[in-house]
């Protein structure tokens, strides 16, 4: 028989889980894991592993797009970690709510979520280049170029390779239609590292759109016709709607085949709406 304090580590473990089939593009799965960690923290009365399970769920709707559930279980996993002190969970609960007004187009609400991140903890850099994406975004170069400038006080080797890839995206957008090809291509060439499919197809799209600044419409399409295909089997609304519009303002018909590789990726209504009940029960069962 499992004791309540196994279950506990179990949803946890379920939590850390989820993170991981998320990045490595099963977000299905993720989804699935992150919601059973929340209900076996609710069964043991876990407030921890619901902090955990709520912040690994709430960024699974934050690449998916849900702005409503997203929201409240990061506003429900970031008062747990306050009162856990837990400031890992902490920053990438403010990470993923920033990944959601990101891809939804909210920049200024992102750039204050992202702002937010502590320093000195292992999970912030990576976050902090998607802070220097929303300022690009915003128009305002300088201070991206300055919050990339702060990720390493050594050489590029030093960082892991996904917050490399990102930076380099970053600097693509910024660099000049002669030099931002390069940091492209050094991008997505994750040599011996494994591929993370949704921060690949972000650097296509990144890609395409800059092709097409540049006025290279024929190169543009093929690198925004790679980001919509996996955003769409991800099942990646917003970022779906960002390559697709990218690729209609050139006039490039869409049909649905794309949309048929999307697998069915919408949860039961009634899971999502039982879970803030749920996690505000481990909160007390914590207290």
Partial sequence: ?????????????????????????????AYASAVESVRLAQVTGSGEGAMHGLSRLALVEAGMGREEACRRHGEQALAMAA???????????????????????HLDTCITWLERLGEGTSCAAIWTTDLAEALIRRGDDDRAAETLDALTTGSAETL????????ERCRGLM??????ESHFVRALDCGLHVDEPFERARTELCFGQRLRRAGRGA???EHLRAALV??????????????????????????GAHLALAPPLDPPPGEVEALPEASASSARGSS
């Fill in 1 to 29: 028989m499992t004791t309540p304090g196994e279950t506990g580590t179990l949803a946890s473990a379920l939590a850390s889980l989820a993170e991981v089939e998320f990045r490595m593009g099963d977000w299905q799965a």
């Fill in 83 to 105: 009162r856990h002190a837990d400031d890992q969970c902490m920053v990438l609960t403010r990470g993923a709510l920033g990944l959601l007004e990101l891809g939804l187009g």
């Fill in 160 to 167: 892991a390779f996904p917050i490399r890839r990102a930076r």
């Fill in 175 to 180: 660099a000049s239609d002669e030099e931002f």
């Fill in 219 to 221: 190169a543009a399409e």
């Fill in 230 to 255: 996996t955003f769409e089997r991800l099942g990646a609304g917003p970022w779906i709607s960002m390559a697709r519009g990218e690729l209609e303002m050139d006039g490039i018909p869409l049909g």
